[in-house]
């Protein structure tokens, strides 16, 4: 922002004073009790823009980007929170039509963010770990100081050993996260093969994919739905100013609610994480997440429990529901193309026969078609419409002569590349064999997991998304699973009419409410898929 304030103020007040009696001095007829009226209006009225413009002066940025979603330098940042929670999608498309290409200024209400060109990244990229920070932009923007994900801001142990641990264990767990998934889905889900029940399918493939996130985090199931809670709190606090957030907050259910599902978490985690301490060695052989960091901890304070509870119920909070709802996504997407359901389910069916019904990594990895039309969904429907937010720490000056200062925010928009015509042709059409059709080679070597993707649906470079290959491989375990053996359809609207359940946009963020039902029965015919 300008730093010129108060020096302005005074200036321009005595520049006031010394106008008045000019103009005194030009009419020396003029009585001054006549005159001193108007001329007390004329100084009050410029000692008023003089402060408008001093105001203007200190809320405005002298980095000449173009401001976004703010009417005027002094409108009530009100304002553009509110613009921003409801039509956040056609902010970025306008934006995006005016400043392809170039960096601008979003004024998202709860903070001004510098949208820069997707180009840049490579340029970001290279920049030192101490320059700019994922985890301090993500605590912010999901709320992390009202809903205790702000413990990520101290460490990103667990982020490193997702990448570094954990994936390269997939091969191993795979066993047990087939196994846990089938078993949740002969449970949860309805048996009949006659007739359609209702259900809702975010809640129900929750509970699957739940199983593949607390088993490579923890172990066993360890909390009930708590990622639904975190979602709904951020949702509702980023409508209202900041200073009221940490008021408003007590008054919302979920907050309650979350705080009781830390205490259990807390009463579970605390007590195996002391257990796990005493004997390393022995105690924390198990390939999850909690006990690498309790093995490979640094210092005291990474293996200590409460900020381990914390960081672990981050994890699964972040991972669960956006990859229930992406799955959900791609179940709805395939309903409402049949054409392309029907060649999906005959490549899951080759792929059944050729493996002769085991299903390893490498089973999973060669559906081509699934696999491309898990990217085209989440290109139309991405968790979050704003990929690769970061906090700057240090001075950065990069190659366009664009400064940053420490304590912006910058980040870029996903959903405009996503939408942009001459990188995916027919951007709004969904077509699940997009990646397939436009070049086999590149689609495999650059499958859904991949970083290398040109709408960045995992972020970008070292802090992209690390539980991309859980999510990636779990889903195609449940979508396999489901595809082959289900049958679904879209509920009647109240019009008699069915349609998918829609796709809903808040702030940045892109989802399906977990209320939203589907129709399901069992397929008469299936392959038999048995993990
Ligand atoms: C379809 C499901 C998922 C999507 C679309 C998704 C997407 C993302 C994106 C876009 C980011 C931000 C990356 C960046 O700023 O560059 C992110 C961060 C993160 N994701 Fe995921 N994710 C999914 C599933 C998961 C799962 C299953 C886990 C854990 C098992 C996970 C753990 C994380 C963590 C810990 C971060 C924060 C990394 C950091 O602080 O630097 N995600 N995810």
Redesign the pocket.
């Known amino acids: 922002m300008a730093t010129t304030t108060l020096d302005d103020f005074h200036t321009l007040s005595s520049i006031t004073r010394v106008s008045l009696r000019s103009i005194q001095s030009l009419f020396p007829d003029i009585a001054i009790a006549k005159a001193a009226p108007i001329l007390r209006t004329f100084f009050a009225a410029s000692l008023f823009l003089a402060f408008l413009y001093t105001i203007n002066r200190q809320f405005s940025y002298d980095d000449g980007l173009p401001l976004v979603n703010r009417s005027f330098s002094l409108e009530p940042r009100i304002f553009s929170r509110w613009r921003w929670a409801f039509r956040s999608d056609k902010i970025l498309n306008e934006a995006y039509e005016k400043y392809k290409g170039r960096p601008y200024r979003l004024a998202r209400g709860d903070a001004d963010i510098i949208v820069l060109p997707d180009d840049m990244i490579g340029e970001l990229n290279k920049l030192p770990q101490s320059a700019i920070s ?2 301090k ?2 605590s912010s923007s999901l709320t992390g100081y009202l809903n205790g994900m702000d413990v ?1 801001k101290e460490t ?1 142990h ?2 490193k050993l ?1 990448l570094a641990r ?1 994936t390269p264990a997939l091969p191993t767990l795979l066993p047990s996260i087939k196994s846990r998934i089938e078993h949740t889905i002969a449970e949860t889900l309805p048996q009949d093969r006659d007739s359609w029940t209702t259900i809702r399918p975010i809640n129900i493939i929750v509970h699957c ?1 739940s199983q ?2 607390t088993l ?2 923890f172990g066993p199931p360890i909390c009930d739905n708590a990622e639904l809670i975190l979602f709904s709190i951020m949702f509702v606090m980023r409508l209202v100013p900041r200073f009221l957030q940490p008021l408003l907050v007590w008054m919302t259910p979920f907050k309650w609610r979350l705080e009781r599902s830390w205490r259990t978490l807390e009463n579970f985690v605390i007590p195996e994480v002391e257990f796990r301490k005493e004997d390393v060695s022995t105690r924390c052989k198990n390939p999850d997440l909690i006990s690498w960091m309790i093995a490979e901890a640094k210092s005291e304070e990474e293996k200590e429990g409460v900020l381990l509870t914390r960081l672990v119920g ?3 909070a ?3 529901y ?2 229930a ?3 959900t996504g791609v179940i709805a997407d395939l309903v409402a193309h049949p054409q392309f359901l029907a060649e999906i389910r005959a490549e899951i069916k080759d792929t059944h026969e050729r493996c002769g019904g085991k299903w390893d990594i490498a089973a999973f990895n060669s559906l081509d078609k699934l696999d491309s039309a898990m990217k085209e969904t ?1 290109r139309l429907a ?3 419409m704003l ?4 906090y700057i720490e240090e001075p950065i000056m990069l190659s366009t002569g664009l400064y940053l200062k420490p304590g912006q925010f910058i980040t870029t928009s ?1 959903h405009s590349v996503a939408m942009d015509p001459d990188i995916f042709p027919n951007p709004r059409v969904y077509n699940a064999l997009r990646a397939y059709e436009e070049s086999l080679s590149e689609h495999r070597a650059q499958p859904f997991r991949s970083v290398d993707s040109k709408d ?6 070292r ?6 290959s ?3 491989l ?2 195609k375990v449940i979508l396999v699973k489901l595809l082959d053996e289900y049958e679904f359809s879209f509920a009647p609207d109240q019009q008699g009419v069915a349609t998918r359940p829609a796709t809903q946009i808040m702030h940045e963020f892109v989802f399906m409410s977990p209320n939203a039902g589907m129709l399901i029965r069992r397929q008469k015919q299936s392959c038999g898929i048995s993990y």
């Open positions: 994922s985890r932009s993500h990520v990103n667990h982020v997702l954990v994919i593949a996130v490579t985090t981050s994890v699964i972040g991972g669960t956006s990859s709802a992406f799955i989440s991405p968790g979050s990929v690769y937010s970061r996903g960045h649906r995992w972020g970008a470079g802090w992209a998304c690390p539980g991309r859980i999510a990636s779990a889903s």
